[in-house]
């Protein structure tokens, strides 16, 4: 992660690249995400409403930090990167204050979830037999 400082010293621009592990549609959709935050941040929108919004959102991967000495746990990446942006731009004892470490086993993979225990999220039937795109495996362009 890398973040940019305005001339005022507000924060101006953030910037996170997903590791190697993470597949390509996860890291288009975090490049994408980060821009939209930037486009906020340039329009005036605080860094305390993007952490309040985004700090201990829940998806894979979740657990231990390593290499993050104040930040121990994180619930995401997106919980991760929030919270440190708010120590190192928000003031650090303050921020560790209002969003502190959740306990390991919130973090754990485990508190997650998966898809079967969550309902589905559009009120719909779904067909028996897979769709066209997961009986390919590939991506095919038309048009």
């Known amino acids: 992660m890398r973040a ?9 621009e953030v910037g996170l690249t997903a590791g190697g592990k993470e597949g ?3 890291r288009g959709l975090l490049e994408g995400f980060i821009q939209a935050v930037n486009i906020g941040l340039a329009r005036g929108v605080p ?3 993007y952490v309040g919004s985004f700090a201990y959102t829940r998806f894979g991967p979740a657990g231990a930090v390593e290499g993050d000495p104040e930040i121990l746990c994180a619930t995401s990446v997106l919980d991760w990167a929030f919270r440190r942006l708010a120590i190192a731009h928000l003031g650090g004892e303050a921020a560790r204050r209002l969003w502190p470490d959740p306990s390991l086993e919130e973090c754990a993979v485990e508190a997650t979830g998966t898809p ?3 309902g589905p999220l559009l009120p719909l039937d779904l067909p028996a037999q897979p769709s066209p795109a997961a009986r390919r495996r590939t991506l095919r362009l038309v048009g």
Not at 4 to 12: D, H, I
Request: without cysteine; charged residues 15%; aromatic residues 6%.
């Open 116 to 118: 079967g225990d969550r």
């Open 47 to 49: 860094l305390s409403d």
């Open 24 to 26: 390509s549609g996860f």
């Open 4 to 12: 940019t400082q305005s001339a005022t010293g507000g924060l101006a």
